[in-house]
């Protein structure tokens, strides 16, 4: 079975500063999916940045890139000049690729999530 | 955002009674699922399904049923409530990724936060 960790249960960043978020997946499979998602105070999960195993280069959108590892089956977060709305419960999530679908490896493995606070 | 709705928001019920959530989705998307939120634990499957009528467990199911009548409406039952599934209960939903590759997305409702005492 997939296993999804991240190993800092809270992490705190001075804003306009940066913040690198860790990630570590265990998987056999070689496609596949992998993505970050925010959840802020109002609970609601917004996903922030999704990577497919199959490409070489890491993902970006906007402020927030990705550091993707694959040998490493590392993915890490980077956060540039952070905001206080960047404030959040950050949840790295695993997806089998669709190729090898099953009516069941559509479903997401979270990890159990890190809190991001931001210093004013 | 996509459409994507969760009733009730809020329940407190006591230990042993019936209670069902429900979700609603107005994308037509054939996916959906539901989630429980623990603190330590992240996200977990409780139970997804793949089209009408057609559903299967997830990782946590024990205790919980689920059913889908409708594309649009995916129900979770709690047969007899217990203090261990008091948690926050997410709705997802996403596009059938082998005809869609690009999409991999799965869009989650606001959720419903589910108190048994």
């Known amino acids: 079975a997939q296993t999804v960790t991240q190993s800092q249960p809270e992490m705190s960043v001075q804003e306009a500063e940066t913040v690198t978020l860790s990630c570590t997946y265990d998987t056999s499979e070689s496609d596949y999916y992998l993505f970050w998602y925010k959840q802020p105070p109002s609970r609601q999960m917004i996903l922030v940045i999704r990577q497919e195993a199959y490409k070489q280069q890491n993902a970006t959108e906007n402020r927030f890139s990705v550091n993707f590892q694959k040998a490493a089956k590392s993915f890490s977060l980077k956060i540039s000049d952070s905001q206080l709305g960047d404030a959040a419960m950050y949840f790295c999530?695993?997806?089998?690729?669709?190729?090898?679908?099953?009516?069941?490896?559509?479903?997401?493995?979270f990890g159990t999530g890190t809190r991001l606070t931001i210093i004013p | 955002d996509a459409g994507i709705t969760q009733s009730p928001r809020h329940k407190v019920t006591e230990t042993g009674t019936p209670v069902t959530l429900r979700c609603h989705q107005t994308e037509n998307h054939r996916y959906m699922y539901w989630y429980r939120q623990d603190p330590g634990h992240g996200l977990r499957l409780i139970h997804y399904?793949?089209?009408?009528?057609?559903?299967d467990k997830g990782e946590v199911s024990d205790g919980y049923s689920v059913s889908r009548s409708k594309t649009e409406d995916f129900l979770l039952t709690l047969e007899s409530a217990t203090s261990s599934q008091t948690s926050v209960y997410f709705c997802?939903?996403?596009?059938?990724?082998?005809?869609?590759?690009?999409?991999?997305?799965?869009?989650f409702g606001p959720g419903t936060r589910l108190t048994v005492l």
């Open positions: 999530a695993y997806r089998a690729s669709y190729e090898l679908s099953n009516f069941g490896n559509e479903k997401l493995t």
């Open positions: 997802a939903i996403s596009e059938d990724p082998r005809t869609v590759r690009t999409r991999n997305e799965q869009f």
């Open positions: 399904s793949y089209g009408v009528k057609d559903t």
